[in-house]
């Protein structure tokens, strides 16, 4: 159970195109889903915390309009990268979080390895 | 907010012999304490978690402890194998609430060698 499924896993593409990553929670609903970049041998990077119905809330540094973000249902958000340039080339994975209360673990998807030419 | 360091950074253990990871946090109102194990290229896997009413929990060859006044908890690795080759991260967060983010620790690169 609780298996998150990320979607592109590997993107290329010119400087200037917009990227959709989606992320679903295949058997659980999810509240909360977040969403990370990772730079190599670094550790995880907070960039936004997605609640389903509401705007998600963005981590300080981390612009708004630059990493969109849309929690339309309990089952999937997306991470749109606009207008991406090659700074913009990282790793992009999302987490999910159940909806019970209590301590919940977050399970996470397999990442997108984003590269802009 | 939480600020969680973690040590070593990288750490290369005998195939057989124990692998230790420290971690503090700074949030007094964290309560909920995550492991987890990053493969080079793949997700990051919970191994093993904790709760602030709890001082320690085992697994297997794994177990976690936790000392709240000090704020710092520890990851211990027993008989290690070379697939538990890998980066751990620690986390904390103020479980509990809808709402919570969890804040990772830099990573520790574990090598067993066989």
């Known amino acids: 159970g609780a298996v998150v499924s990320q979607h592109p896993s590997w993107v290329i593409c010119k400087s200037g195109t917009s990227v959709k990553i989606e992320c679903r929670s295949l058997d659980f609903q999810a509240t909360t889903m977040f969403w990370y970049r990772q730079f190599p041998k670094q550790s995880l990077m907070l960039m936004a915390t997605?609640?389903?119905?509401?705007?998600?809330?963005?981590e300080q540094g981390v612009e708004k309009d630059k990493f969109l973000i849309n929690h339309a249902s309990l089952t999937l958000s997306t991470l749109t990268v606009t207008s991406a340039h090659p700074e913009d080339s990282s790793f992009y994975i999302c987490?999910?979080?159940?909806?019970?209360?209590?301590?919940?673990?977050?399970?996470f998807g397999d990442g997108t390895r984003l590269s802009i030419l | 907010g939480e600020n969680v360091e973690q040590h070593p950074s990288t750490l290369s253990v005998q195939e057989g012999d124990s692998a230790v990871i420290k971690c503090t946090y700074s949030d007094s109102a964290s309560n909920y304490f995550p492991w987890y194990k990053q493969e080079l290229g793949k997700r990051p896997q919970l191994i093993i978690d904790?709760?602030?009413?709890?001082g320690e929990k085992k697994d297997q060859r794994i177990a976690v402890t936790l000392n709240k006044t000090a704020k710092h908890f520890s990851l211990h690795i027993t008989e290690t194998q070379p697939e538990d080759s890998a980066v751990y991260f620690c986390?904390?967060?103020?479980?509990?609430?809808?709402?919570?983010?969890?804040?990772f620790g830099p990573g520790t690169s574990l090598s067993v060698i066989p």
């Open positions: 997605s609640n389903e119905g509401s705007k998600a809330t963005y």
């Open positions: 987490s999910a979080e159940a909806r019970q209360g209590g301590f919940q673990p977050q399970h």
């Open positions: 986390a904390a967060s103020r479980g509990g609430t809808s709402y919570d983010k969890v804040i």
């Open positions: 904790i709760r602030s009413n709890v």
